[in-house]
T-cell receptor, first 113, second 112 residues
Framework: QQQVKQSPQSLIVQKGGISIINCAYE??????FPWYQQFPGKGPALLIA?????SEKKEGRFTISFNKSAKQFSLHIMDSQPGDSATYFC????????????FGKGTKLSVKP | DAGITQSPRHKVTETGTPVTLRCHQT?????MYWYRQDPGHGLRLIHY???????DKGEVSDGYSVSRSKTEDFLLTLESATSSQTSVYFC???????????FGEGSRLTVL
């Protein structure tokens, strides 16, 4: 299966709260998992990425947690800010044609002041 | 930062007309991609190119063709546009960093 399933479709969080977005995959050939952030009217941009031999990666307020046995990974945004309001995409890469990523369907995050 | 320019940024056309979207990069990257973005579907790969005159199909290639005659330009053509091709189209390049695509700002196409 080439799909990456992402949930929820939309998320509303209060300022200062924790935003959590989940993704799941079936294809065990996937070996790299980037997350992208997209602001309205702009193209997606790489936010953070993780390899499956690492259980957690943190960059500032953004953390990826990875559960290889469950074939699931998630993005946590700590201390969410209104400026984090964007659409987030998880993705998976199986190392084939360079950059040929399989994207989840996206989560629209709104952080309320 | 990689430079990508998409043109046109907005286009309204009628069913049955041909449409060409252009992607121009300034960085001489080998891999280039065309994605479409639709609500509820996320980003789906249409076609990609791994060099001049070297292209391959993606997940949703039906109704689309591409050409790459120069490293810097990747063209997406809709031979006969249909309403189902109303979408936002993104061009992307692979920066060489694993898992990193650099996207253009998109071309919004409306087919009436």
């Amino acid at each position: 299966q080439q799909q990456v399933k992402q949930s929820p479709q939309s998320l509303i969080v209060q300022k200062g709260g924790i935003s959590i977005i989940n993704c799941a995959y079936e294809n065990t050939a996937f070996d790299y998992f980037p997350w992208y952030q997209q602001f309205p009217g702009k193209g997606p941009a790489l936010l953070i990425a993780i390899r499956p031999d690492v259980s957690e990666k943190k960059e500032g307020r953004f953390t990826i947690s990875f559960n290889k046995s469950a074939k699931q990974f998630s993005l946590h945004i700590m201390d969410s800010q209104p400026g984090d309001s964007a659409t987030y995409f998880c993705a998976a890469d199986y190392g084939g044609s360079q950059g040929n990523l399989i994207f989840g369907k996206g989560t629209k995050l709104s952080v309320k002041p | 930062d990689a430079g990508i320019t998409q043109s046109p940024r907005h286009k309204v056309t009628e069913t049955g007309t041909p449409v060409t979207l252009r992607c121009h990069q300034t960085e001489n990257h080998r891999y280039m991609y065309w994605y479409r973005q639709d609500p509820g579907h996320g980003l789906r790969l249409i076609h990609y190119s791994y060099g001049v005159k070297d292209t391959d199909k993606g997940e949703v290639s039906d109704g689309y063709s591409v050409s790459r005659s120069k490293t810097e330009d990747f063209l997406l053509t809709l031979e006969s546009a249909t309403s189902s091709q109303t979408s936002v189209y993104f061009c992307a390049i692979s920066t060489g960093t694993r898992g990193e695509l650099f996207f253009g700002e998109g071309s919004r196409l409306t087919v009436l």
